[in-house]
């Protein structure tokens, strides 16, 4: 089945350190989405692509970094910049047009 | 700047009665609007898209409407069932955009 693959489910970031959240997808979607969501608040945009080797800044992109080397895979870095990670982490994917977004099942970050 | 609604309390409603969600808008002028389903720890599932020009859609028990001159949208679930409690979430795009604006969601809890 195609879909969207998110890992790990569960990532613990310690102190200055850049952790890596994967996303790849298989529906052969050129548009890819990174979101926020902290609780009892709604999906915040932080980086989206929409061709390889191209992407953009969300709304909170300050702290995060991005790639879009394969139509497949949209990593996302949290940096020691990101003074506030702990959320949980959504990855979609869209095929063109005004057709809804299909997202991954999230990373949860925390911080130790 | 851009503001979505949702009502941060939960719905708490009898199981076979209709359940109806808010969605409010202000300062956007959307092209389309979406309807999501998120479950505890899952990603956003898509359920309804409608356009502006389109006053109400339907899918089975589904019912969605949307009125650009109250900047408002119904979501109606009728004869409700345990399995659709869940946080369901409101999102606009706009003509220019690929990108969607969610609101911070409504958790609707289907007592037996």
């Known amino acids: 089945d195609g879909g969207i693959t998110q890992s790990p489910k569960y990532l613990f970031r310690k102190e200055g350190q850049n952790v890596t959240l994967s996303c790849e997808q298989n529906?052969?979607?050129?548009?890819m989405y990174w979101y926020r969501q902290d609780p009892g608040q709604g999906l915040r945009l932080i980086y989206y692509?929409?061709?390889?080797?191209?992407?953009q800044k969300g709304d909170i992109a300050e702290g995060y970094s991005v790639s879009r080397e394969k139509k497949e895979s949209f990593p996302l870095t949290v940096t020691s910049a990101q003074k506030n990670p702990t959320a949980f982490y959504l990855c979609?994917?869209?095929?063109?047009?005004?057709?809804?977004?299909?997202f991954g099942d999230g990373t949860r970050l925390s911080i130790l | 700047s851009q503001k979505i609604e949702q009502n941060s309390e939960a719905l708490n409603i009898q199981e076979g009665k209709t359940a109806t969600l808010t969605c409010n808008y202000t300062?956007?002028?959307?092209?389309?609007l979406q309807w999501y389903r998120q479950d505890p720890g899952r990603g956003p599932v898509f359920l309804l898209l409608?356009?502006?020009?389109?006053k109400e859609k339907r899918k089975e028990r589904l019912k969605v409407t949307f009125d650009t001159t109250l900047k408002q949208s119904l979501f109606h679930i009728t004869a409700s069932q345990p399995a659709d409690s869940a946080t369901y979430l409101c999102?606009?795009?706009?003509?220019?955009?690929?990108?969607?604006?969610f609101g911070g969601g409504t958790r609707l809890m289907v007592k037996p």
């Open positions: 529906l052969n979607h050129d548009a």
């Open positions: 409608i356009r502006e020009n389109e």
């Open positions: 999102a606009l795009t706009s003509n220019a955009g690929n990108m969607l604006t």
């Open positions: 692509s929409q061709i390889v080797n191209d992407f």
């Open positions: 979609a994917s869209r095929r063109e047009g005004n057709q809804p977004q299909h």
């Open positions: 300062n956007y002028s959307p092209a389309y």
